[in-house]
């Protein structure tokens, strides 16, 4: 085998790059990484949930709120029908808020929960809601109308996963569990969210 001498011998900095690259593989193969606590806070994305309400010609109207990637102490509650925007001929009927048919969630940390209510009072009792939790890590819901979310079990004791594909990219959801349901939330009268995030650390 023949040897490189250093005396007289000019390396550019790509072929420097090219030697440290491969010993780098000739010195890591076979050895696994371990993630460390660093690595997953460095891999959350910022979590994002989105509303969407048809309009005129089947057209949407989307409304997206974006959340933090650690939690608090309080829960965040989101109130669409008074924040999220109205039709142009809309806009000075407070009788006409904006109607969520569909809803889409992103990158939601694990052991996070969310809860949707048609009562602005953001309570469950008398009224129609469903509760969703997190199993992992950038959990993701995919598009779905409010009302179907219903159709899957799921309980305290025994969550069910949501696994269906996203309306516009048939992309699978994943993470996301059903942990509570009453009555089923129909078309438009999504009232409140409420939102509980992972204090860091957990």
């Known amino acids: 085998m023949k040897h490189l001498h250093h005396d007289g011998f000019a390396t550019s900095p790509a072929t420097k790059l090219a030697m440290l690259i491969v010993t780098s593989l000739l010195t890591g193969a076979g050895t696994a990484h371990a993630a460390t606590p660093t690595d997953i806070t460095h891999a959350e994305l910022a979590p994002i ?3 969407y309400r048809t309009v005129d010609n089947n057209t949407e109207m989307a409304c ?6 650690m939690g608090s102490a309080l829960p965040i509650t989101l109130q669409p029908k008074e924040t999220c925007p109205r039709k142009e ?3 000075k009927d407070k009788d006409k808020p904006f109607k969520p048919h569909s809803i889409r969630i ?3 940390p694990i052991k996070s929960k969310v809860l ?6 953001c309570t469950k009792e008398g009224h129609a ?6 199993s992992r890590t950038n959990a993701s819901l995919e598009k779905m109308g409010i009302d179907k979310i219903w159709t899957y079990a799921g309980s305290p004791e025994k969550p069910g996963y949501v696994y269906n594909k996203g309306e516009d990219n048939q992309t699978p959801s994943f993470g996301f569990r059903v942990i509570g349901k009453g009555t089923a939330i129909q078309q438009g009268e999504l009232a409140c969210i409420v939102v509980t995030l992972p204090k860091r650390g957990i």
């Open 129 to 134: 809601w469903i509760e969703l939790d997190t």
């Open 106 to 108: 992103h990158n939601m």
């Open 89 to 91: 001929d809309e806009d």
């Open 49 to 51: 949930l989105t509303l």
């Open 116 to 121: 949707l209510v048609d009562s602005k009072d």
């Open 64 to 69: 997206p709120f974006d959340l933090p990637t």
